[in-house]
């Protein structure tokens, strides 16, 4: 069993102070671990300390083999202010509404992403620091804290509630899962999840948060609402659906509710909406001080494709995000040139073990008749040799999915100015689809994938 230096830490420091008797090794230096660890500023008000709390809480059953205690709500690997919202509205929810019941439930929210990966997403840091959480995240559990691989932990716990995503990870297939929140596409995944709610929302907080309060308001007795949260929520409406401008007329009722409640009951649901979405995606568009690594890193979204292949059962899939054009990363790299933007996706990919990348970029351009602004959207496909596939496979799954992306007629792809000058198992296309994201890209390249044999 793996335990990390700060769990090891956490474990040590509260054994210490409650007498429990250790049943794990510390190392040496998990001291200086526990130090660097302890943030600069500890959270005010309910929800953080409840936050803080449950993490130490959530480590000490673990190191005592109660892990099948808990129930873990997690949302999608991206970790964007909605994921992380849904996540722990509904972890809060369960425990607290099940705090007089003879055996209340233990939930956690895990955000999928490591530690030094959430700054990476500005607009995260905004909200949590202005619901008064504790400096360096260190009320979140997030993936690189947990004390034992998911895939072993997942046969141990309880269970698993899925936010902001339609199926669990590969890594969390052997747990139950419990629960689904998503406004995506329902794949047909754990139909005897409950609830299990797909709807067509701006935000997925949306969902979560109006379960919640009708769920709240049919107990005998409501318990505390941290206005902290309540914030932190309209926030995550207000950035997914532009104030109010996208919202679906669920997602402003639920906002209405939320905001009743919030210490902002007194503002207008508009202009307040409106002014947290403003002041979010000015937060949000502060990126222009990452590197090209971080830039891959701050939105991958990856999991292993089941395919036909006997060869090759599975296939590592990831994509990224990127709201920067290729020439723009390119001149982000130490030599300002194409060869090293590749040599550091390929630095990427290795470490996180991936077998096939796709970069989404996107930029705004002036058209040069009209002077009107056009989005103009990149994909950037790469396959690799070194983790799963040979040579001669990766030259198959290439070729495989590059037709499935060239023959979609809603893409209408161009090939890239430059693409003459990429190497192998490389490949960029432009196409002005304002809206195919990839929300639209990856369902083309998982089909493609998962009928590749060879």
Request: charged share 25%; with cysteine; net charge negative.
């Amino acid at each position: 069993m793996r335990i990390s230096h700060f769990a090891a830490a956490v474990l040590a420091a509260t054994a210490a102070n409650a007498r429990v008797p250790q049943q794990v090794m510390v190392r040496p230096d998990a001291t200086l671990a526990l130090t660097a660890a302890r943030p600069t500023e500890t959270g005010v008000g309910h929800f953080s300390e409840w936050s803080r709390e449950n993490k130490r809480q959530f480590l000490i059953d673990w190191q005592k083999g109660r892990s099948s205690e808990w129930i873990i709500v997690q949302g999608n690997e991206g970790g964007d202010l909605d994921s992380m919202t849904s996540a722990l509205t509904w972890a809060y929810h369960l425990q607290h509404s099940t705090q007089n019941d003879t055996h209340p439930v233990k939930a956690i929210a895990l955000l999928q992403t490591p530690t030094d990966a959430l700054d990476l997403r500005p607009e995260n840091k905004l909200a949590l620091d202005n619901s008064k959480m504790s400096s360096g995240h260190s009320d979140l559990l997030t993936l690189d804290e947990l004390p034992e691989d998911p895939d072993t932990l997942a046969e141990a716990i309880k269970g698993i509630v899925i936010v902001d995503h339609p199926i669990p990870l590969r890594k969390w297939r052997k747990a139950p899962v419990l629960s689904i929140f998503d406004h995506h596409k329902d794949s047909g995944a754990n139909p005897g999840a409950e609830p299990r709610i797909f709807e067509k929302t701006a935000s997925c907080t949306s969902i979560v948060a109006r379960q919640m309060l009708d769920e709240l308001e049919q107990l005998p007795e409501e318990y505390h609402m941290p206005h902290e949260l309540l914030e932190l929520i309209l926030s995550a409406i207000a950035i997914d659906a532009g104030g109010l401008e996208n919202a679906t007329e669920e997602d402003r009722k639920v906002a209405e509710r939320v905001l009743q409640r919030s210490n902002w009951r007194k503002s207008d649901l508009e202009d307040k909406m409106s002014e947290l979405a403003k002041t979010l995606k000015q937060a949000k568009k502060d990126l222009d001080h990452l590197g090209v690594r971080d830039l891959l890193r701050r939105d991958w979204k990856g999991d292993l494709v089941d395919t036909p292949s006997p060869r090759t059962p599975t296939v590592s899939l990831g994509f990224s995000s990127i709201p920067y054009s290729m020439d723009q990363q390119i001149n982000k790299t130490e030599f300002g040139e194409l060869f090293d933007w590749f040599a550091v996706e390929a630095a990427w990919t290795a470490q996180v073990g991936a077998d096939i990348s796709v970069a989404l970029n996107k930029y705004k351009t002036r058209d040069g008749e009209t002077g009107k602004k056009q989005k103009i959207r990149e994909i950037v496909l790469c396959v690799r040799t070194d983790v799963r596939i040979n040579a001669a496979q990766a030259d198959s799954l290439f070729e495989t999915v590059a037709r499935a992306i060239e023959a979609d007629e809603s893409l209408k792809v161009k090939p890239w100015y430059r693409a003459g000058e990429l190497g192998t198992r490389q490949m960029v296309w432009t196409h002005t689809q304002a809206e195919a994201g990839r929300k639209v890209i990856r369902p083309i390249v998982e089909a493609a994938v998962q009928a590749w044999d060879m």
